[in-house]
Each structure stands twice: as structure tokens, then as C-alpha cells.
């Protein structure tokens, strides 16, 4: 079975572009999340998808990042335009219904704002 | 803010000795997990704990969930250089399914 995928792997913008992280959560999971880390932090929770509705979006910081899960199968962030602040490593997690809080988790995306 | 703490933040030890690392909050959880992280890799989850007292154990490692559901400690039994890594907890609240990180303890283990 495979795992949840991110894509692309790394990613340097100048400030002001925009940019896509895209996520594949393992098939079947309904649950989908995107976390991220910026440098020195712990890791924090953006949003959560079921299926294609967002849960919950408490963590997102601000209207410059946006999300989707057209389908209910893989999701986009955007970032637009991106900050300085905005890199980090951007984590994707899925779980199955009823998976409870054990969540399995991408390799994660790293975004370098310039 | 339901912040959980992990000391030590680093940890170097010596391949065969033994280790224990804290993750403590002053919040309940309703569940508690322990994960690795490897660089270049997303966190993989080691073990989940939600009762009071729960001890389980993998292998050389042993997880305990505090009475209170506070707090939980990963202890390790002669660690070799494969468990080098960053281990994190993260701790699950009611209903809701976003998890909260802890502050991480980067494990280094020397041959």
C-alpha cells in the first residue's frame, strides 16, 4: 500500500510568487491534514479535510493560504503571495473514518521563501 | 494554547545505555502519541496511549501515559544507533482529531 505522497519535495520562491503544495493521502482515507513546521517550532496543525469538506481550518494563518481537496481525494495549498515567513516544512497526514488521532504522515514539502 | 513539552531537548548517549524522554502539559488528552522523525522523512507513529497508567511496550521501547493523562515518558532500553532520531509526542483532545505537537527531543545514539 502506499503512503501518503507530497509533492513536490522542495520548494524556493521570491517572495511574492505563489506556490502549490500538493498532497495524495493513502486511498481510502477520508481524513486529511496539513500541518507545518517552521524552524526552531514544533510542528502545528493548519486544517483538516473530510473528504472534500474542510473540518476544521483554526490553523491556517491567514487569507494568503488556501486549500482544496477537490474530490475528496488529493489536496492543494496554495500560498499567495508568499511571505518570508512562510517557509518550512509543510507536513501532509491522512487517517481512515474512525482512525482516531493515530494519523500517518508525508514526507513533508520545504519551502524556502527568498 | 495546550503546549507540551519534551525534555531533553537533545539527548547523545553511548550505543547500550538506556534513556528516558518526558513529554508533560498542563492540559488533559483524551490519547497520546509517540512518533520518529528521520531527516527528509514525515513523522511515523511508534505507539498511541489513551488510558491512565497505560504502559506499552515495543521492542526496547517502553511508553507510559500518565495517570492524569498529562504527561507520558518514552524510556528506551539499550539504545543502539538506529533509534537516532527526533521523537515526538502529540497529544489528542475530545472529539476533535488535530493533534498537538510537542517540542521534540533530537536522540543521538554513538556507536
Known amino acids: 500500500e502506499a503512503g501518503v505522497t507530497q509533492f513536490p519535495s522542495h520548494s524556493v520562491i521570491e517572495k511574492g510568487q505563489t506556490v502549490t503544495l500538493r498532497c495524495d493521502p493513502i486511498s481510502g482515507h477520508d481524513n486529511l491534514y496539513w500541518y507545518r513546521r517552521v524552524m526552531g517550532k514544533e510542528i502545528k496543525f493548519l486544517l483538516h479535510?473530510?473528504?472534500?469538506?474542510?473540518?476544521?481550518e483554526s490553523g491556517m494563518p491567514n487569507n494568503r493560504f488556501l486549500a482544496e481537496r477537490t474530490g475528496g481525494t488529493y489536496s492543494t495549498l496554495k500560498v499567495q503571495p508568499a511571505e518570508l515567513e512562510d517557509s518550512g516544512v509543510y507536513f501532509c497526514?491522512?487517517?481512515?473514518?474512525?482512525?482516531?488521532?493515530?494519523?500517518?504522515f508525508g514526507p513533508g514539502t520545504r519551502l524556502t521563501v527568498t | 494554547t495546550q503546549l507540551l513539552e519534551q525534555s531533553p531537548q537533545f539527548l547523545s548517549i553511548q550505543e547500550g545505555e538506556n534513556l528516558t524522554v518526558y513529554c508533560n502539559s498542563s492540559s488533559v488528552f483524551s490519547s497520546l502519541q509517540w512518533y520518529r522523525q528521520e531527516p527528509g522523512e514525515g513523522p511515523v507513529l511508534l505507539v498511541t496511549v489513551v488510558t491512565g497508567g497505560e504502559v506499552k511496550k515495543l521492542k526496547r521501547l517502553t511508553f507510559q501515559f500518565g495517570d492524569a493523562r498529562k504527561d507520558s515518558s518514552l524510556h528506551i532500553t539499550a539504545a543502539q544507533p538506529g533509534d537516532t532520531g527526533l521523537y515526538l509526542c502529540?497529544?489528542?483532545?475530545?472529539?476533535?482529531?488535530?493533534?498537538?505537537f510537542g517540542t521534540g527531543t533530537k536522540l543521538q545514539v554513538i556507536p
Open positions: 497526514a491522512s487517517s481512515p473514518v474512525g482512525g482516531g488521532y493515530e494519523q500517518y
Open positions: 502529540a497529544g489528542g483532545r475530545g472529539g476533535y482529531q488535530k493533534v498537538t
Open positions: 479535510f473530510v473528504k472534500e469538506s474542510k473540518q476544521d
